[in-house]
């Protein structure tokens, strides 16, 4: 294992090693399967399906809530339906966007990612810090922002570790729904007042990205709190809304840490003198990658294909609704070049395997992946 260092590494200054032909093996087969099939990578009918039903879901749930429910049981479920609607809404409808992957069409593109500053994110710091900074440099200790959780968590076997992380396997589950919380209204204030979200410095937000911003946070607190105060108590405003994050902060981490804080997956740290990874980028998307319950519709139509995150790093621009066919071909290239492919065959398999992860991360001698 490498030496544990606090020291942030410049992503600037870190590089990759040479391709070594399995990315434009890959790249031409992938092409060739959208030529012979016919398809569109992004614009597809069934996306645009998808999203209505996704947004239904989540429009009928809030209004419920709002203005149906009149015991806690039917608070509760509708409360609990809702953080699941947010989920699906970040992970299939936002994240698409997000990615460029929903359609050919820059203006549609930001409007679907639009989507999460209504939810009390912010799209513009999520682009900077997820596309940019975690599908450059996935699970690279330092740099990788998804797997620095602070103090309270050990993810990576280069992290420093305290006596109480031995315990982290049980009570991390309960901290990832105050994520929501935390990009709500802390991240996007802080990038926007002092530039900076995380140890990652933010550039100044101007123009019509500012614009967004604002209108999003503003809508976002609207519905969140201004609507629901004029019709109800302000403790169970507070309350239900705590419910719903809180959940929709459970699931979405879940799922994002099914993909890297797992066993099979590889952590690195890039060399103190060279700053260089060892493998190429291609690569390392893929051994510091697990898939999960690839052979489960309704994991894949709930997570927006995050479930085969191997093919969504490698290629993010292509709709998600691909990424089962495309599986194949990446597993089968990957053997060929013989590149390490991981795939939890179920999700309660993956959720064991984080468990594992976080205790072994907790234990006194955790070995690097």
């Given at each position: 294992m490498s030496d544990i260092s606090s020291a942030q590494p410049d992503p600037k200054l870190v590089k990759f090693a040479r391709c070594d032909g399995f990315m434009p093996a890959l790249r031409e087969r992938v092409d060739a399967y959208f030529v012979q099939t016919n398809l569109a990578k992004r614009d597809n009918?069934?996306?645009?399906?998808?999203?209505?039903?996704?947004?239904?879901?989540?429009?009928?749930?809030?209004?419920?809530?709002?203005?149906?429910?009149?015991?806690?049981?039917?608070?509760?479920?509708?409360?609990?339906?809702?953080?699941?609607?947010?989920?699906?809404?970040?992970?299939?409808?936002?994240?698409?966007?997000?990615?460029?992957?929903?359609?050919?069409?820059?203006?549609?593109?930001?409007?679907?990612?639009?989507?999460?500053?209504?939810?009390?994110?912010?799209?513009?710091?999520?682009?900077?810090?997820?596309?940019?900074?975690?599908?450059?440099?996935?699970?690279?200790?330092?740099?990788?922002?998804?797997?620095?959780?602070?103090?309270?968590?050990?993810?990576?076997?280069?992290?420093?570790?305290?006596?109480?992380?031995?315990?982290?396997?049980?009570?991390?589950?309960?901290?990832?729904?105050?994520?929501?919380?935390?990009?709500?209204?802390?991240?996007?204030?802080?990038?926007?007042?002092?530039?900076?979200?995380?140890?990652?410095?933010?550039?100044?937000?101007?123009?019509?990205?500012?614009?967004?911003?604002?209108?999003?946070?503003?809508?976002?607190?609207?519905?969140?709190?201004?609507?629901?105060l004029y019709l109800h108590d302000w403790h169970q405003v507070v309350l239900w809304f705590f419910v719903a994050s809180f959940g929709q902060g459970v699931v979405m981490s879940v799922v994002f840490q099914l993909a890297h804080c797992v066993e099979p997956a590889e952590f690195y740290k890039p060399d103190a003198d060279s700053m260089r990874i060892e493998n190429s980028w291609a690569v390392h998307q893929v051994i510091t990658t697990v898939d999960f319950a690839q052979e489960s519709r309704l994991v894949s139509w709930f997570t927006g294909g995050l479930n085969f995150q191997i093919e969504h790093h490698l290629f993010p621009q292509i709709c998600h609704l691909h990424y089962p066919a495309l599986a194949k071909i990446v597993e089968q290239t990957a053997a060929e070049f013989g590149v390490p492919y991981h795939s939890h065959p179920t999700m309660r398999s993956a959720v064991k395997s984080h468990f594992l992860w976080l205790r072994r991360m907790g234990r006194p001698v955790a070995v690097s992946a």
């Open positions: 009918p069934q996306m645009y399906v998808k999203t209505a039903v996704i947004l239904t879901w989540l429009v009928a749930s809030y209004a419920g809530l709002v203005f149906w429910a009149t015991t806690w049981p039917q608070a509760l479920a509708l409360a609990v339906s809702l953080s699941f609607a947010m989920s699906a809404v970040g992970f299939n409808i936002m994240h698409d966007g997000g990615h460029g992957a929903y359609s050919r069409f820059p203006l549609i593109n930001r409007m679907m990612a639009f989507t999460l500053d209504l939810l009390g994110g912010s799209s513009h710091f999520w682009k900077k810090k997820h596309n940019v900074i975690h599908h450059s440099y996935t699970n690279v200790t330092g740099i990788d922002d998804d797997i620095e959780v602070g103090p309270l968590g050990r993810l990576s076997p280069h992290q420093r570790r305290f006596g109480f992380h031995r315990f982290q396997h049980f009570y991390l589950w309960f901290l990832y729904g105050f994520i929501t919380f935390k990009w709500q209204f802390y991240d996007d204030t802080a990038g926007l007042i002092i530039g900076r979200v995380g140890d990652m410095k933010m550039p100044p937000v101007k123009n019509w990205d500012l614009v967004f911003m604002l209108v999003g946070k503003f809508t976002f607190l609207t519905l969140t709190f201004g609507l629901p």
